[in-house]
Every structure is written in structure tokens, then in C-alpha cells.
């Protein structure tokens, strides 16, 4: 048996390839996915950016909020250490004047020697405690500079 081609079973099979081609053709046509595209010159720092800075920043404003706080701190020990000193000075030498002998007086005065040297110690171990603290600061500070040019 000879096949016979019937132009009209063909019509639709043409029509529904014709209304096709164009979607075929359009998805075949697209733009190269492989370039890169142009690349915004925008102004404006991206997220991580601002995230960076907000971090320094923050950082900035915590070092600053310490050092502020050990400053007075220290200042505080030492006026503290100076008052506590002008009133055993004040004590001693109301002692001092209502002592019943020279030798009373002069007990009076070697003990508040002592204990004036004491204060002397003390005044200089916040010294070297607000000298140390500083010094953390800065090589901290100077670890964060080199930390962030890297």
C-alpha cells in the first residue's frame, strides 16, 4: 500500500511549527551569557563596605570610651591617694601639737613619716599602672592600624 499524503492532515502539523518557530528562534537568540556585564561605577560604598567602617568606627568610639574611663580612673586613685594623705597630715599634726612630751611629738611624726611614705608608694604604683595601661592602648591601637592596612 501506497501512502497518500492528505494536504489537509498537514495544515495543522505546518500551523502549530509555524506558531513554534518564533519561541525556538527567540530562546536560540539570546545575548552571550559567557561576557561579563558592565560594571556599575557606583559612588556609594557597598554593604561589606559600610559594614567596615560601622565597625571601625565603633571601635574607634570603644577605645576612645576606655581610655576616657582609665584616665579618670587613675585621676580619681590619685586624688583619692593626695586627700587621704592632707587629712592623716592634718591628724597627725593636731597629735603633734597636744602631745604630752618631745618624745611623744616626735613618735607622732616618725609614724606619720611612715605612713607618708606609704602614700608615696601608693601614688606611684598608679603611676606606673596609668603608664602600663597606656602603653596596652597604643600597641592595641597600633595592632588594629596594621591589622586594617593588611
Do not use: C
Not at 8 to 20: I, N, S
Not at 23 to 32: D, F, H, I, K, T
Not at 49 to 67: D, I, K, L, T, V
Not at 131 to 142: F, G, I, K, L, P
Request: glycine share 0%; aromatic share 4%.
Amino acid at each position: 500500500m501506497k501512502p497518500t499524503l492528505r494536504p489537509f492532515r498537514m495544515l495543522p502539523l505546518l500551523a502549530v511549527l509555524a506558531a513554534l518557530a518564533p519561541l525556538a528562534q527567540a530562546q536560540s537568540v539570546s545575548p552571550n551569557r559567557y561576557s561579563h556585564p558592565p560594571e556599575a561605577h557606583n559612588d556609594r560604598p557597598g554593604t561589606w563596605e559600610r559594614s567596615r567602617q560601622a565597625r571601625e568606627e565603633a571601635q574607634r568610639q570603644q577605645a576612645e570610651a576606655r581610655r576616657r574611663s582609665a584616665t579618670e580612673r587613675h585621676r580619681l586613685a590619685l586624688e583619692d591617694n593626695r586627700r587621704r594623705m592632707e587629712a592623716d597630715r592634718a591628724r597627725s599634726e593636731r597629735r603633734m601639737q597636744h602631745a604630752a612630751s618631745p618624745e611623744q611629738r616626735e613618735r607622732y611624726r616618725q609614724e606619720f613619716e611612715a605612713r607618708r611614705m606609704a602614700y608615696e608608694r601608693e601614688r606611684e604604683q598608679i603611676e606606673r599602672e596609668r603608664e602600663a595601661e597606656e602603653r596596652r592602648a597604643q600597641q592595641h591601637e597600633e595592632a588594629l592600624r596594621r591589622r586594617q592596612q593588611h
